[in-house]
T-cell receptor
Framework: DAGVTQSPTHLIKTRGQQVTLRCSPKSGHDTVSWYQQALGQGPQFIFQYYEEEERQRGNFPDRFSGHQFPNYSSELNVNALLLGDSALYLC?????????????FGSGTRLTVV | GQQVMQIPQYQHVQEGEDFTTYCNSSTTLSNIQWYKQRPGGHPVFLIQLVKSGEVKKQKRLTFQFGEAKKNSSLHITATQTTDVGTYFCALRAGTASKLTFGTGTRLQVTL
């Protein structure tokens, strides 16, 4: 049973560029959330997708956008990259009926903006 | 929104010593989850607590939810080097809803 898969694992981008990160949820999960984790900090919620719609959003600017596909996989897009966007981006999946099992996180994408 | 503070921020113990991290909130929590993140790794779900005064054990790990549901603790008995990592408590706002993570406690274990 595959866990959450994220790609790429590492990425280096220049300020002002755009980036797309990808996530495939754990088999049987239909809800995908994205988190940003700066070095030494706890993960911060970006947004959550369910049934191909953004259901919840954290305190992140509109430069952060996403998408969920019919197969439940998801993308996170960040436009006009800033140095401060350098972080580990984590994807987590679950399904509403399995809240007590917690979220399954992927290994993350380490984004460095130079 | 709700926030939780964790103490201590960092703890260094000798292998075999016990370790406890505390998660505190100023408001009543509906539930609390605990995650472990190894260095260079990703958060891994450990447990969820929902009932007042609840105590759950997983081998050497003991999790407690306070009677007032405003605090929680994770206690590790006889730490091992495999326990190294950052332990986060997290609040889940509702079923399949977002997680709000605590500040985390980084545990270092040496021989």
């Amino acid at each position: 049973d595959a866990g959450v898969t994220q790609s790429p694992t590492h990425l280096i981008k220049t300020r002002g560029q755009q980036v797309t990160l990808r996530c495939s949820p754990k088999s049987g999960h239909d809800t995908v959330s994205w988190y940003q984790q700066a070095l030494g900090q706890g993960p911060q919620f970006i947004f959550q997708y369910y049934e191909e719609e953004e259901r919840q959003r954290g305190n992140f600017p509109d430069r952060f956008s996403g998408h969920q596909f019919p197969n439940y996989s998801s993308e996170l897009n960040v436009n006009a990259l800033l140095l401060g966007d350098s972080a580990l981006y984590l994807c987590a999946s679950t399904t509403p009926g399995q809240g007590r099992e917690g979220y399954t996180f992927g290994s993350g994408t380490r984004l460095t903006v130079v | 929104g709700q926030q939780v503070m964790q103490i201590p921020q960092y703890q260094h113990v000798q292998e075999g010593e016990d370790f406890t991290t505390y998660c505190n909130s100023s408001t009543t929590l509906s539930n609390i989850q605990w995650y472990k993140q190894r260095p260079g790794g990703h958060p891994v779900f450990l447990i969820q607590l929902v009932k007042s005064g609840e105590v759950k054990k997983q081998k050497r790990l003991t999790f407690q939810f306070g009677e007032a549901k405003k605090n929680s603790s994770l206690h590790i008995t006889a730490t091992q080097t495999t326990d190294v990592g950052t332990y986060f408590c997290a609040l889940r706002a509702g079923t399949a809803s977002k997680l709000t993570f605590g500040t985390g406690t980084r545990l270092q274990v040496t021989l």
